[in-house]
């Protein structure tokens, strides 16, 4: 079946430094990906479409110049949190599409900022 | 009103039990619909897929949707410790890969 990759699965950083998360897909190309925020006890909350090769599409109230998100191949797309708060702190997962099949995600990083 | 209503319980029954998830929805336009079990921690995994009306059954899990309600459900036969998880369901628009999620319904099977 199709395997989402993402990395790192944990990641602690002090207050004001930035943190990038890469997720693969390791069997398909992704034509598109998604990045979703997890706050404990809740659902996903999508931040960012992105599609191979163009800029992402960030959600209402998603800070896109905190979230940076590309996706430069088909099987890479990367999140960096900038600057990053401890209100940032949180549960960020990724999906792959090819959209020919249902999505498919990572395993999650857990994001802690001190 | 949300576009995806589930009930995040939590539910808990005791081992062998059969369990019911439930999920409605308002936009008439979803045609995939899904299941998630998101461990603790751990990112959803994939548990049924389905397209427009109908059941479908893979080992213990039985996925029905009937789109003329808007309702979508998830049974779970002989239910097992290891099926302690929360359940997303979730559905899209034909053409679209954007996914529209539950809230969640977590459960927990009693040994």
């Known amino acids: 079946g199709a395997v989402v990759s993402q990395h790192p699965s944990r990641v602690i950083c002090k207050s004001g430094t930035s943190v990038k998360i890469e997720c693969r897909s390791l069997d398909f190309q992704a034509t598109t990906m998604f990045w979703y925020r997890q706050f404990p006890k809740q659902s996903l909350m999508l931040m960012a479409t992105?599609?191979?090769?163009?800029?992402?599409?960030?959600e209402q109230g998603v800070e896109k110049d905190k979230f940076l998100i590309n996706h430069a191949s088909l099987t890479l797309s990367t999140l960096t949190v900038t600057s990053a708060h401890p209100e940032d702190s949180s549960f960020y997962i990724c999906s792959a599409s090819d959209s020919l099949s249902p999505l498919h995600f990572g395993n999650g990083t857990r994001l802690t900022v001190t | 009103q949300k576009e995806v209503e589930q009930d995040p319980g939590p539910l808990s029954v005791p081992e062998g039990a059969i369990v019911s998830l439930n999920c409605t929805y308002s936009?008439?336009?979803?045609?995939?619909f899904m299941w998630y079990r998101q461990y603790s921690r751990k990112g959803p995994e994939l548990l049924m897929y389905?397209?427009?009306?109908g059941n479908k059954e893979d080992g213990r899990f039985t996925a029905q949707v009937d789109k003329s309600s808007k309702y979508i459900s998830l049974f779970i036969r002989d239910s097992q410790p290891s099926d302690s998880a929360t359940y997303l369901c979730a559905m899209r628009i034909a053409g679209a890969n954007n996914l529209f999620f539950g809230t969640g319904t977590r459960l927990t099977v009693i040994p």
């Open positions: 389905t397209y427009s009306s």
């Open positions: 992105s599609n191979e090769g163009s800029k992402a599409t960030y």
């Open positions: 936009n008439s336009a979803f045609q995939y």
